[in-house]
């Protein structure tokens, strides 16, 4: 058996990252090959099901999804005399978004709650004066971690009957631009960045939803950065990079490079909250 080759600078490493943060790890697998020349990260976007299989598999030493590692997965590697490290890099979250002819701005968690569990299904439940119809909750994939936080939330073991899915988040954008009765769930990531002309662009096709605590309807919050610190915005989860390959290789090169302060200060720009806040120093005369 070859003995392998790859360091924490250099080499190749496969690794999967749940579609949602396609536009963060771009920039994050960019910066740490343009550092280290002779470092090649191989990048697979799937959905969360499929990126856990593909690192169950060896077909990848590292994942990317929000969630850690349920006790029979963690099992299971520890049969094979694997001892994955998970690493949480970042917070993030759900957002929920509408068609810009559409006059809400802000809806209540409850009214959310009921969406998503398939009670209200019509906008004029929502907002008598509405005059759109029936409610179409558009996701980005059945498999994806997206689909498997609003089951979770809705304690639905399916999602509702009104809901639809497509391929990605930007084809939950596309969509939802395109349907006025649609209401979209994304990761906060593909709206987040207000540099990035990727983000610009879908930020002008939609409209995205404030939503008041639970109980709560003085007060609406967006996805932003600090409401998702504050866990004023009440849909919050994490970011985890879980890497099974424990020895100083190249898959723990790259995370250690994501969770330190180069890694961690992209992450801020792209509007997400890091694990770890980067440092700044300053001097005061």
């Not at 119809?133 to 509702?160: C, M, T, W």
Request: with cysteine; charged share 25%; hydrophobic share 40%.
């Amino acid at each position: 058996m070859k003995e392998p080759t790859d360091t924490p600078t250099s080499g190749d490493v496969n690794i999967v990252i749940d579609e949602s943060y396609t536009l963060l790890f771009d920039t994050e697998i960019h910066t740490f090959q343009s550092l280290y020349v002779n470092a090649k990260v191989h990048a697979k976007y799937l959905p969360e099901d499929s990126a856990l299989l593909a690192l169950m598999s060896d077909s990848a030493k590292v994942a990317v999804i929000n969630r850690p590692l349920k006790d029979e997965e963690r099992k299971s590697f520890e049969t094979k005399n694997i001892f994955p490290i998970e690493t949480k890099i970042a917070e993030d979250a759900i957002a929920f978004v509408v068609n810009t002819e559409n006059p809400d701005t802000n809806i209540q968690f409850e009214q959310i709650a009921r969406i998503m569990a398939g009670i209200d299904t019509t906008w004029k439940q929502i907002n008598e004066r509405s005059v759109f119809g029936g409610i179409q909750v558009i996701f980005d994939n059945p498999n994806s971690a997206n689909a498997r936080y609003i089951a979770n939330f809705s304690k639905e073991a399916h999602l509702p009957k009104n809901a639809y899915a497509v391929k990605s988040n930007s084809e939950v954008i596309e969509y939802v631009n395109k349907n006025k009765n649609a209401i979209g769930v994304v990761s906060v990531n593909w709206i987040s960045d207000k540099d990035d002309s990727t983000t610009i662009g879908f930020l002008k096709k939609i409209k995205v939803l404030g939503i008041s605590k639970a109980g709560n309807t003085e007060k609406y919050y967006k996805p932003y950065q600090a409401y998702i610190k504050t866990k004023d915005y009440p849909f919050c989860r994490d970011v985890y990079m879980i890497n099974r390959q424990t020895r100083a290789g190249l898959g723990m090169g790259f995370v250690s490079f994501v969770a330190g302060e180069k890694g961690q200060r992209i992450i801020l720009k792209m509007g997400l909250v890091p694990s770890i806040a980067p440092t700044r120093m300053v001097e005061i005369h």
